[in-house]
């Protein structure tokens, strides 16, 4: 049977997921038009707008199909999201203009989520979960 926290990170996943993948394409509509603020915002960056909205649009899609399949109880989508969180929280603290500005309120709000989101995946009943399924699926 599969724990509760499980279902929680995975439908979480999937929401923030759709999310991501909704506002990184909205943000590819923004980018091109006269919206001051927005572009002010993906320009804060140290990486172009373009490679942003397109990282955001691949971990978007990684993090609707991990939670999907996170679900059926796939070991290889529990590994993959482990590895694209471990792989964001190293791009925030080297790219987000939030790190190194006032902007503390945010940066600990990402960062928290990155290490619950973790902590739960990392967690005892999780490792046991994934440890004994995915039979070569």
């Given at each position: 049977m599969?724990?509760?926290r499980i279902t929680f990170v995975a439908w979480l996943g999937i929401?923030?997921?759709l999310f991501t993948l909704?506002?990184?394409?909205a943000g590819m509509y923004w980018l091109y038009s006269d919206d001051a603020f927005y572009r002010s915002m993906l320009e804060?960056?140290?990486l172009p707008a373009w490679i942003q909205?397109?990282?955001?649009?691949?971990a978007g899609s990684i993090f609707l199909v991990t939670g999907i399949f996170m679900l059926k109880g796939r070991r290889w989508a529990w590994m993959l999201v482990i590895a694209l969180l471990l792989f964001q929280i190293v791009l925030y603290v080297l790219t987000s203009p939030y790190i190194r500005s006032s902007a503390w309120l945010m940066t600990s709000a990402h960062l928290l989520f990155y290490g619950v989101y973790?902590?739960?995946?990392?967690?005892?009943?999780?490792?046991?979960y994934f440890g004994q399924t995915d039979s070569g699926q």
């Open positions: 599969r724990p509760k929401v923030v997921g909704v506002s990184s394409l804060s960056w140290k909205l397109m990282l955001d649009v691949i973790l902590y739960l995946l990392l967690s005892e009943p999780a490792c046991r």
